[in-house]
């Protein structure tokens, strides 16, 4: 790795740029967008983008810098290490290479509870990270922006491509993150997913050591006033099932829960597209508009967006602010959780479609975090495959698993939380021969469990997982209730069923 004498503690010297764009508006942004960055508009007012190599993370890329300040707390198992040199190194890279370019600089914040926010500046060469980033993140107000003084600094490169042989990296794009100087680096990856979760990863470091749960979750409100939270990885369902409209939006994919009650992390939504219909997610359809990211949406005639193209990638992509959602809740905060959901999507189709968890189960599913991976939300994934992602969230996770867990356990016991294990994955067999949930019949189990209407039905013990599943569900046909009788061959789903149960428990172990 070649040697480079350091010539600034920050990633960019702004003095040194051709250009600076300090916090531009939205309808700048837009026009930089279309007329710089090769974007397209959609007959809806939003702009369309391409992402280029990485259609979705590149989680092996994404490294820690190991210092004194991080060195006991960081579950190094689970986080690829860089030494300090070799971010210095990057960091001189990025410095050399952001030189007399056109940057954009935006402002926001970490947290919608005031206590527990973090201050992220943002210094990115596209417009489309720039548009991309003021819309996911909290958007500060005017006088905020005057007083705005950087906690953390993320300099995105995505153009800049890494070398391993010269940069000590693994390949060409490279995530890296200094807790003891509070910068984050992307370089060689254009896909904006990478900046928002870089922020979750500071606050899942941060939060959890002052005793606030930090969550890979939605959430939303009932008429009632009741909270819930959706935990799942991407492709599980969060977005699109906490996007009901019969309950207010709290947020869609990273919340933290207090001794006060829960709050949005971000400011925005990123919404899966593939498939996108107005009659099945219409709160989603209406969110996009002028102001709205679309990303790999391939556009038709007149701008018009065709959501089942999937040429360049399945992992479609909206990103909007949370307001653009009717009702949200603003700002983006509420009590604590009623019912606590976990969301699977089973590729092997034997899991039920709706169970009610013990406090002893719900520990045991979150720290297995099972899933499968879906097409394109990862590079190199094409078809759904089995995975654990312990917590709902492990690319994403710095500390320990049971520092969560145990978080998750006592605010479960203190505010008396159901939990329910919800598939919105295979039913009738697995990936390839059954077929995915339907969306009318989740909505619907999740409605009664929120309504308590599920509390009144008798539940059946399953014979294999232990699941406690409910016998009778209103707007439900009672044969999907139970995925066993939904295969065509009985003893071939025991076969399965067993053989995910083994996983589960041989993976368990780890966490024993």
């Known amino acids: 790795m070649t040697s480079i004498t350091p010539t600034s503690a920050q990633p960019v010297d702004l003095s040194r740029a051709g250009a600076v764009h300090w916090n531009p508006s939205v309808d700048e942004l837009v026009r930089h967008v279309l007329e710089l960055d090769g974007g397209q508009l959609a007959d809806s007012g939003a702009v369309s983008v391409r992402t280029g190599k990485y259609t979705g993370r590149t989680p092996k890329d994404k490294h820690t810098v190991r210092e004194p300040g991080c060195e006991a707390n960081i579950w190094w198992e689970n986080n690829n290490p860089m030494a300090p040199a070799v971010f210095e190194h990057l960091r001189e890279r990025v410095h050399a290479y952001a030189e007399g370019k056109t940057l954009y600089v935006i402002d926001t914040f970490g947290g919608a509870d005031p206590a527990y926010r973090i201050a992220v500046r943002f210094i990115l060469e596209r417009p489309y990270h720039a548009l991309f980033i003021k819309q996911l993140l909290i958007r500060p107000t ?10 953390w600094t993320v300099a995105d490169m995505g153009r800049m491509k890494t070398d391993p042989t010269t940069d000590g990296v693994r390949g060409d794009a490279t995530i890296a993150l200094n807790f003891a100087e509070k910068q984050v680096l992307i370089a060689g990856t254009e896909y904006a997913g990478e900046m928002k979760k870089s922020v979750f990863t500071i606050m899942n470091y941060l939060l959890p050591l002052k005793g606030v749960m930090s969550m890979h979750c939605s959430a939303n409100i009932g008429k009632a006033g009741d909270t819930a939270l959706f935990f799942g990885l991407s492709g599980t369902g969060k977005t699109t099932l ?60 007149g701008g018009v967006p065709d959501y089942n193209d999937d040429s360049l990638t399945e992992n479609t992509r909206c990103a909007y602010p949370v ?101 919105t994955g295979w039913t009738g067999g697995p990936y390839g021969t059954g077929h995915r949930m339907k969306l009318a019949h989740t909505r619907s189990m999740i409605a009664a469990a929120f309504s308590g209407a599920l509390h009144e039905v008798e539940f059946a013990t399953d014979p294999i997982f232990g699941l406690h599943i409910p016998t009778s569900c209103p707007e439900v046909p009672g044969e999907v209730l139970n995925p066993r009788s939904t295969w065509a061959d009985p003893e071939a789903y025991d076969r399965k069923a067993r053989e995910l149960k083994g996983q589960f428990d041989e993976n368990y172990k780890t966490f024993a």
Not at 142 to 151: G, R, V
Not at 273 to 295: D, Y
Not at 325 to 353: C, E, Q, R
Request: include cysteine; glycine fraction near 10%.
């Open 142 to 151: 005017a006088e905020e922006l005057k007083a705005f003084k950087p906690e």
């Open 242 to 301: 906490s996007a009901d409209p019969d309950r207010r939006l709290i947020g869609d994919d990273e919340h933290g829960w207090t001794d006060t009650g829960v709050f949005n992390i971000e400011g925005g939504c990123y919404a899966k597209c593939i498939k996108l219909s107005k009659e099945g997610e219409p709160q989603i359809w209406h969110a996009i508009r002028h102001g709205s990211v679309l990303e790999n949406v391939v556009l038709g005639p």
């Open 323 to 423: 307001e653009f959602i009717a009702g949200a809740v603003i700002p983006s905060v509420g009590g604590h959780p009623k019912n606590i959901v976990f969301l699977t999507a089973d590729a092997l189709g034997v899991l039920p479609p709706i169970a009610r968890l013990t406090r002893e189960q719900a520990m045991f599913y979150f720290l297995n975090g099972y899933t499968a991976k879906v097409a394109g939300t990862e590079a190199g994934v094409k078809d759904p495959t089995v995975a654990f992602s312990t917590c709902f969230g492990a690319p994403f996770l710095p500390l320990r698993p049971k520092v969560y867990a145990n978080l998750l356990g006592e605010k479960i016991d203190r505010h008396g939380a159901k939990v329910w294990l919800v598939n």
